[in-house]
């Protein structure tokens, strides 16, 4: 098992160039997450799905959408990308009935 | 007011040591709590969950004080290897994880 893979690993941006991050697990797991790490604070919730087809804000959602097509897939869109959206990016994914998180590598994003 | 507040660090050790970190959160409302570790770079692992009798695993022994609001982690004999960021979770909503910033731990030789 590959567990969550993300694509891309890094990426540097224009201030208002668009891009699509994805997160992949094939560990068949119900739920999914993202979350944004900045230096000295936590890791936060931008976007989570409990399912295919359905999505539900987090803590900071503002400038991100996120589409669940597929169980298997959790992809994450900047339309506009902004300074303040440099971050790394972690994907995350949980079986339902339990509450081990299995995380990703980690997406590196640099706006310029 | 943040969700879950832990001292950022550093903390600098000897080999051999026994290291104690605190977290504390604020919604007492929150059902589930756990520590993980974060090596520099890399993604976040589950180091334990925490329970309310208490928890060990090897070096590592879990506290929850759901009185206080406040979960602790003790290592013990601190091995280079220990050397890392530990975050502490907690959740409100099965769906919803908080996490602190971190603590970050320097056991040296």
Known sequence: ?112 | RKEVEQDPGPFNVPEGATVAFNCTYSNSASQSFFWYRQDCRKEPKLLMSVYSSGNEDGRFTAQLNRASQYISLLIRDSKLSDSATYLCVVTRDFNKFYFGSGTKLNVKP
């Open chain 1, 1 to 112: 098992n590959a567990g969550v893979t993300q694509t891309p690993k890094f990426r540097v941006l224009k201030t208002g160039q668009s891009m699509t991050l994805l997160c992949a697990q094939d560990m068949n797991h119900e739920y999914m997450y993202w979350y944004r790490q900045d230096p000295g604070m936590g890791l936060r919730l931008i976007h989570y799905s409990v399912g295919e087809g359905t999505t539900a804000k987090g803590e900071v959602p503002d400038g991100y959408n996120v589409s669940r097509l597929k169980k298997q897939n959790f992809l994450l869109g900047l339309e506009s990308a902004a300074p303040s959206q440099t971050s790394v990016y972690f994907c995350a994914s949980i079986r339902f009935g339990t509450d081990t998180q299995y995380f990703g590598p980690g997406t590196r994003l640099t706006v310029l």
